[in-house]
């Protein structure tokens, strides 16, 4: 059984266009994140919810929005992709301090 | 603003001990160090957490000096497998007020 699960693993897209990635997690935890991860490996935090509440957002374009339709799923909706959003983003999961349990990753790819 | 530094790269050979430092001079008191492990291609999965002191597992040590400005993660003799990106991150993750810092990755590089 995958804890954290993501799709689609791979998305290659048009500049322009608006695109969702989704994500579930089976593990029962309360806090799900949303990361980018660029070529170069720097591993950024977009967002973070708890209990379907917004609790971290950082620095990130409006074009992003996230969305908690229950505590298991956390998706992410980008408008107007652009060539800067080409990367892999992850998703985890934690109980508050612990552990973040992380999906496979999504690599987007904006042409 | 709170920040964690680590090196860019180590490399090793297989048996040795690898010790890998990260810096966090402005932890706050209710931040916890995290270690995590990154394979090509995949997520990065979870190897130690510590507050203070030292902390081990049946993977790696993590020692905390007092002042917790620094934490250094201890991999006893490392092999192949090991080769992978290893980040350190403070912070904490309690009710509305949470913050998670995240080191830029340290790619270790085990040799034969």
């Known amino acids: 059984d995958t804890a954290v699960s993501q799709t689609p693993k791979y998305l290659v897209t048009q500049m322009g266009n608006d695109k969702s990635i989704k994500c579930e997690q089976n593990?029962?935890?309360?806090?799900m994140y949303w990361y980018k991860q660029d070529s170069k490996k720097f591993l950024k935090i977009m967002f973070s919810?708890?209990?379907?509440?917004?609790?971290i957002n950082e620095t990130v374009p409006n074009r992003f929005s996230p969305k908690s339709p229950d505590k298991a799923h956390l998706n992410l909706h980008i408008n107007s992709l652009e060539l800067g959003d080409s990367a892999v983003y992850f998703c985890?999961?934690?109980?508050?301090?612990?552990?973040?349990?992380f999906g496979p990753g999504t690599r987007l790819t904006v042409l | 603003l709170a920040k964690t530094t680590q090196p860019i790269s180590m490399d090793s050979y297989e048996g040795q001990e690898v010790n890998i430092t990260c810096s966090h001079n402005?932890?706050?008191?209710?931040?916890?160090i995290t270690w995590y492990q990154q394979f090509p291609s995949q997520g990065p999965r979870f190897i130690i957490q510590?507050?203070?002191?030292?902390v081990t597992n049946e993977v790696a040590s993590l020692f905390i000096p007092a002042d917790r400005k620094s934490s250094t993660l201890s991999l006893p003799r490392v092999s192949l497998s090991d080769t992978a990106v290893y980040y350190c991150?403070?912070?904490?993750?309690?009710?509305?007020?949470?913050?998670?810092?995240w080191g830029l990755g340290t790619s270790l590089a085990v040799n034969p």
């Open positions: 991150l403070v912070g904490y993750n309690a009710g509305n007020n949470r913050k998670l810092i």
């Open positions: 402005n932890i706050a008191t209710n931040d916890y």
């Open positions: 510590g507050y203070k002191t030292k």
């Open positions: 593990l029962g935890h309360d806090t």
């Open positions: 919810y708890n209990n379907k509440e917004l609790i």
């Open positions: 985890a999961s934690s109980h508050s301090v612990g552990e973040q349990f």
